[in-house]
């Protein structure tokens, strides 16, 4: 079982940047930033793979990047020029199979309980 926590979520102006960091219990293959808006599906934002290789949502390409520092079983989701839509929980998951699909949910077998992120304009 691998056990994901998820900090750094907050209350920022619009525009505004945040720093997500996600600390799993042990080595993983993959892992991936998600996001739930209110009333709306959980949606994949960013994943990375351990070895390297990272994938990004459209909606948050050039504003988020997703790093790691694997000595200490680390992800981290940098989000800069936020918007009011980014609102929501922003959870981590984690996988340790490779495969395809890294920003569908169904891919992870370990999750965080999340991290509220509110952008005001």
């Known amino acids: 079982q691998v056990r994901l926590v998820e900090s750094g979520g907050g209350s920022v102006q619009a525009g505004g940047s945040l720093r997500l960091s996600c600390v799993a219990s042990q080595g993983t293959v993959i892992v991936a930033w998600f996001h739930q808006a209110p009333g709306k599906e959980r949606e994949g934002v960013a994943s990375i793979y351990r070895r390297g290789g990272s994938t990004y949502a459209d909606s948050v390409k050039g504003r988020f990047t997703i790093s790691q520092d694997n000595a200490k079983n680390t992800v981290f989701l940098q989000m800069g020029s936020l918007k009011p839509e980014d609102t929501g929980i922003f959870y981590c998951?984690?996988?340790?199979?490779?495969?395809?699909?890294?920003?569908?949910?169904?891919?992870?077998?370990?999750w965080g309980q999340g991290t509220q992120v509110i952008v005001s304009s």
């Open positions: 998951a984690a996988d340790r199979r490779a495969g395809s699909d890294p920003l569908r949910p169904y891919r992870y077998n370990y």
